[in-house]
């Protein structure tokens, strides 16, 4: 089973990610900010990462930047409030594989994520 860490500041959205992703994935990490997502990143090497933008700290371009100068091939999916379209488009543009927009549709998250996957990727 691929292995899934999910970042983000708010406990109930971290718990509605989890609801999501669980039957599919196993998720061996949660962060509630950017520093310990980092330093957790980097012990469990999760086959991917959803990722909150605003979080106090480190704001999640700065921890997608972070995870991503160290490896490359890191798989990160964004999961941004509304809003936030030019950092949405930046995180893109820096290597975020694909985004979802809050509130969001839980089919939404499971097709972003089962793409990441998907043996047909382009
Ligand atoms: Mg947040």
Redesign the pocket.
Known sequence: MKTAMII???AV?RLRLRDILEPRYEIIAEAEDGVQALSLYNQCRPDFVTL????PKIDGIAVLQGILLNNPQAKVVIVS?VGQKQTVFKALSLGAKDFVVKPFDPERVRTAVDRLFAKTLT
Do not use: L
């Not at 909150?52 to 979080?55: A, K």
């Open positions: 983000d500041d708010a959205m909150d933008i605003t979080m409030a």
